[in-house]
């Protein structure tokens, strides 16, 4: 199948990509609570899915009325389609060229299918709202089903499946009349020797069949309520095959959760071990594998919390989007404290600082873009060799080039914390572990984030590449070669994160900061317990507390 996609332009494929990404318009576009704000934002989007951005006017006509956001004019070169509701027409999506404009002004056959497509998501979301503005909607029950039978024949084998289990429990003989009239009865029992392929389901004559016993058996509310939860956990599955698949665009996956969170958001019926599996899949792709931080994690953390997290994740489309141990501790940190804030008024004085996560295995892309791919041995060498190469390394690294990617959103980040110092912080997959925390190995930079914006995105770059530069130094080599860790493959995670402090003079810093440990390795007293802790304080910046220097420790 990949040899028949080989001989296509590189122009076929960008008009297909913006085809695509018009699309995810489209749904962002339906998910508004007015259909009339949604059809009108359709058609400002929809011209940028078709070849000529420029000369493209997008109309729909619905229910006699009109909705464009050009002027309406007469074209002699339009398309239509049609907005078919309930097997009923009511009304078209129409998108035309200005005559005027001689170039590009053929649709292509794709450009008609998008419309198509369109025209189908418009037509499924008007029936869903107005399913549910039917006064009492757990009556409605068949309304649901006839819109699955005309748009999701899987979804609604799905429910059939379940709905099966449901009615065979209290009726065995029910199973085996489905089975006979579905010809599966041949599948029974114990047979030696091999069968034909099961003949194709016949979703619609099954879902009659199975719904005009369920009511009989059923309640209208009874059967609304587990179609409103086996559609759910449809939906769930859908969103966890997405999460498990490496090759998903992290990007993807942040607009599957917004349509998920958005589709879940009335439903009340939702079920807490399809809930769960959905938060653990989460988990182990972006922040942790390890079984223990799984199971503290999930009782922290929400399907909301991911889609937040992800909109601050910077990687690639290749990238799985983990954002290393210092981060991930961060970040459930901060839910922990959270989940505090009912029990004790006194955690809201807590502030978030602003942050952005490189996802860490950015340094490995890196690394391959730039044919460094040999530096992946270093860390094997005699650690004298190791510091007599590192100054080379260094040099070899900061004059690398990042990920178009990963630049793209270093620049917008620069528009949102403008003029406002940052840190950059290292966030390896082994930091922050509870026998390798690897404090002071690796690099943290401060910026001063002034100058032009150009002058800004060099000096976040060079920043940036400085860290990673750092997973190679003698004494982060060392110090995973006294804890056996030299074979595990590393990558390196970045935290962006803005200073916290105010304006004194020409200087910018906090009035006090530090560093706590849960356990006090360094007990002065014998009062004092191991498990009191330790807490290091600094006036201004952190960095002598972590360098032990000049520091105030109270347990």
Same mark, same amino acid.
């Given at each position: 199948?990949?040899?028949?996609?080989?001989?296509?332009?590189?122009?076929?494929?960008?008009?297909?990509?913006?085809?695509?990404?018009?699309?995810?318009?489209?749904?962002?576009?339906?998910?508004?609570?007015?259909?009339?704000?949604?059809?009108?934002?359709?058609?400002?989007?929809?011209?940028?899915?078709?070849?000529?951005?420029?000369?493209?006017?997008? %109309?729909?006509?619905?229910?006699?009325?009109?909705?464009?956001?050009?002027?309406?004019?007469?074209?002699?070169?339009?398309?239509?389609?049609?907005?078919?509701?309930?097997?009923?027409?009511?009304?078209?999506?129409?998108?035309?060229?200005?005559?005027?404009?001689?170039?590009?002004?053929?649709?292509?056959?794709?450009?008609?299918?998008?419309?198509?497509?369109?025209?189908?998501?418009?037509?499924?979301?008007?029936?869903?709202?107005?399913?549910?503005?039917?006064?009492? %909607?757990?009556?409605?029950?068949?309304?649901?089903?006839?819109?699955?039978?005309?748009?999701?024949?899987?979804?609604?084998?799905?429910?059939?499946?379940?709905?099966?289990?449901?009615?065979?429990?209290?009726?065995?003989?029910?199973?085996?009349?489905?089975?006979?009239?579905?010809?599966?009865?041949?599948?029974?029992?114990?047979?030696?020797?091999?069968?034909?392929?099961?003949?194709?389901?016949?979703?619609?004559?099954?879902?009659?069949?199975?719904?005009?016993?369920?009511?009989?058996?059923?309640?209208?509310?009874?059967?609304?309520?587990?179609?409103?939860?086996?559609?759910?956990?449809?939906?769930?599955?859908?969103?966890?095959?997405?999460?498990?698949?490496?090759?998903?665009?992290?990007?993807? #996956?942040?607009?599957?959760?917004?349509?998920?969170?958005?589709?879940?958001?009335?439903?009340?019926?939702?079920?807490?071990?399809?809930?769960?599996?959905?938060?653990?899949?989460?988990?182990?792709?972006?922040?942790?594998?390890?079984?223990?931080? #799984?199971?503290?994690?999930?009782?922290?953390?929400?399907?909301?919390?991911?889609?937040?997290?992800?909109?601050?994740?910077?990687?690639?489309?290749?990238?799985?989007?983990? #954002?290393?141990?210092?981060?991930?501790?961060?970040?459930?940190?901060?839910?922990?404290?959270? &989940?505090?804030?009912?029990?004790?008024?006194?955690?809201?004085?807590?502030?978030?600082?602003?942050?952005?996560?490189? %996802?860490?295995?950015?340094?490995?892309?890196?690394?391959?873009?730039?044919?460094?791919?040999?530096?992946?041995?270093?860390?094997?060498?005699?650690?004298?060799?190791?510091?007599?190469?590192?100054?080379?390394?260094?040099?070899?690294?900061?004059?690398?080039?990042?990920?178009?990617?990963?630049?793209?959103?270093?620049?917008?980040?620069?528009?949102?914390?403008?003029?406002?110092?940052?840190?950059?912080? &290292?966030? &390896?997959?082994?930091?922050?572990?509870?026998?390798?925390?690897?404090?002071?190995?690796?690099?943290?930079?401060?910026?001063?984030?002034?100058?032009?914006?150009?002058?800004?995105?060099?000096?976040?770059?060079?920043?940036?590449?400085?860290?990673?530069?750092?997973?190679?130094?003698?004494?982060?080599?060392?110090?995973?070669?006294?804890?056996?860790?030299?074979?595990? &493959?590393?990558?390196?995670?970045?935290?962006?994160?803005?200073?916290?402090?105010?304006?004194?003079?020409?200087?910018?810093?906090?009035?006090?900061?530090?560093?706590?440990?849960?356990?006090?390795?360094?007990?002065?007293?014998?009062?004092?317990?191991?498990?009191?802790?330790?807490?290091?304080?600094?006036?201004?910046?952190?960095?002598?507390?972590?360098?032990?220097?000049?520091?105030?420790?109270?347990?």
């Amino acid at each position: 199948m990949i040899h028949d996609y080989q001989d296509l332009s590189v122009e076929f494929l960008k008009e297909r990509a913006k085809e695509l990404e018009c699309l995810y318009l489209v749904d962002e576009a339906l998910t508004k609570d007015s259909i009339e704000d949604s059809l009108v934002n359709i058609t400002k989007v929809l011209p940028y899915g078709f070849c000529n951005v420029q000369a493209c006017v997008v %109309s729909i006509f619905m229910d006699d009325k009109t909705y464009s956001f050009k002027p309406i004019k007469t074209y002699s070169n339009e398309i239509h389609s049609s907005i078919i509701i309930n097997h009923k027409v009511r009304g078209f999506i129409k998108a035309a060229y200005n005559e005027k404009d001689e170039s590009g002004t053929e649709f292509l056959i794709q450009e008609e299918k998008l419309l198509n497509t369109v025209a189908n998501k418009i037509a499924q979301t008007i029936y869903q709202k107005e399913i549910l503005e039917q006064g009492d %909607s757990r009556s409605n029950w068949e309304a649901i089903i006839t819109l699955l039978e005309s748009t999701d024949h899987s979804m609604l084998q799905h429910v059939c499946g379940k709905m099966l289990t449901v009615l065979a429990k209290d009726n065995h003989d029910l199973a085996e009349d489905i089975f006979t009239q579905m010809n599966w009865t041949r599948y029974q029992g114990e047979i030696n020797f091999p069968l034909e392929r099961l003949p194709s389901v016949d979703v619609i004559t099954l879902s009659r069949n199975l719904f005009d016993i369920a009511r009989t058996c059923l309640s209208d509310a009874q059967i609304f309520d587990y179609i409103n939860l086996w559609i759910y956990q449809g939906k769930t599955y859908q969103l966890i095959k997405l999460v498990d698949r490496k090759d998903s665009d992290v990007k993807d #996956i942040s607009k599957a959760l917004v349509q998920y969170l958005k589709a879940v958001k009335t439903n009340q019926t939702l079920n807490k071990t399809t809930q769960r599996w959905l938060i653990v899949e989460l988990v182990r792709r972006f922040l942790t594998d390890n079984p223990i931080l #799984i199971e503290n994690a999930r009782k922290y953390v929400t399907v909301e919390d991911f889609r937040i997290l992800l909109s601050t994740i910077i990687c690639s489309p290749k990238s799985t989007g983990r #954002i290393g141990g210092k981060a991930r501790g961060f970040f459930l940190a901060n839910k922990i404290i959270e &989940s505090y804030i009912k029990k004790d008024p006194e955690f809201n004085n807590i502030k978030t600082l602003k942050t952005w996560f490189i %996802s860490a295995d950015e340094l490995e892309n890196l690394l391959h873009d730039n044919y460094l791919d040999e530096l992946n041995e270093h860390k094997y060498r005699d650690i004298l060799e190791v510091r007599i190469s590192y100054p080379k390394i260094i040099h070899s690294i900061k004059n690398s080039r990042l990920s178009p990617y990963v630049m793209n959103e270093l620049s917008q980040l620069l528009d949102v914390c403008d003029n406002k110092p940052l840190i950059i912080r &290292s966030s &390896s997959l082994l930091e922050d572990q509870k026998d390798s925390a690897f404090s002071g190995k690796y690099r943290s930079l401060f910026l001063t984030n002034t100058g032009t914006k150009a002058e800004r995105l060099q000096s976040l770059v060079d920043g940036i590449l400085e860290v990673y530069a750092s997973m190679f130094s003698p004494d982060s080599i060392q110090y995973r070669k006294e804890r056996n860790l030299l074979d595990y &493959s590393e990558q390196m995670g970045i935290m962006i994160q803005e200073v916290v402090g105010r304006n004194v003079g020409p200087y910018y810093f906090p009035l006090f900061a530090g560093v706590a440990f849960s356990n006090n390795e360094f007990r002065w007293s014998p009062r004092i317990k191991r498990e009191d802790g330790l807490l290091r304080m600094v006036v201004g910046l952190g960095t002598r507390a972590v360098d032990r220097v000049g520091a105030t420790s109270l347990s």
